[in-house]
């Protein structure tokens, strides 16, 4: 079986991290960004990976960080990835010695191979549907025709995924993980379970139509 990763992003909240945790999720992404309305303190994003089980990823997300306060939150909350969103250049992501990942907005002309051939050691690259700069969780999707089919590394899909759409993407690009906030909220930072479980529904049925 064919089985897409789910990363559910922009928790601020243990008990949702958990239900999502508990209905498959193998991230579980936390806002750093002041300017977010997702975004969660230090303490808070250490509360929330502390309580996350075995072999559940912890994902803190940086826009446009300074390198000091890039460095306080790793050496606090110790995630497992970084996930950069704004205009990070290599150099800069790898300074702190934590595996990463490089967010691409996707409304603009971006060069998704060019960046990667940057970004050589990047865990994936997280494709997403706003300009390139700005900050994620905006719930728009892009035109998935766009993604390259042969980079060497894993492909995130993100931007505007929901309950509705998420079958036809997982279809549509065969991604190795989706990433999504606002398509499970009942306000910017807190899941709604309902719909965290018809998401999780969608995905498995998915990648069982994908199954020999």
């Known amino acids: 079986m064919n089985r897409t990763r789910v990363k559910i992003c922009g928790v601020t909240r243990i008990e949702d991290a958990l239900l999502a945790c508990e209905l498959g999720a193998d991230a579980i992404g936390m806002v750093m960004t002041p300017t977010s309305p997702r975004c969660v303190s230090i303490d808070q994003a250490r509360a929330i990976r502390d309580a996350l089980p075995a072999f559940v990823d912890a994902v803190v997300l940086s826009h446009g960080l300074p390198a000091d306060q890039v460095g306080r939150i790793i050496g606090t909350v110790r995630p497992d990835l970084v996930q950069f969103h704004g205009l990070e250049d290599a150099a800069f992501c790898e300074l702190f010695g934590v595996r990463y990942l490089k967010a691409l907005g996707m409304a603009g002309n971006v ?18 549907g706003h300009p390139p700069g700005q900050q994620g969780g905006q719930g728009k999707t892009f035109d998935w025709s766009r993604i390259p089919r042969d980079l060497d590394r894993p492909i995130i899909l993100a931007g505007g995924l929901n309950p509705g759409n998420v079958g036809d993407a997982i279809r549509a690009v065969r991604p190795w993980a989706v990433d999504l906030a606002s398509g499970v909220e009942s306000s910017p930072g807190v899941k709604d379970a309902a719909k965290l479980r018809a998401f999780f529904a969608a995905v498995h049925a998915a990648d069982a139509e994908a199954s020999p």
């Open 111 to 128: 060069d998704v191979r060019a960046i990667a051939a940057e970004h050589v050691h990047a865990a994936g690259f997280v494709l997403d």
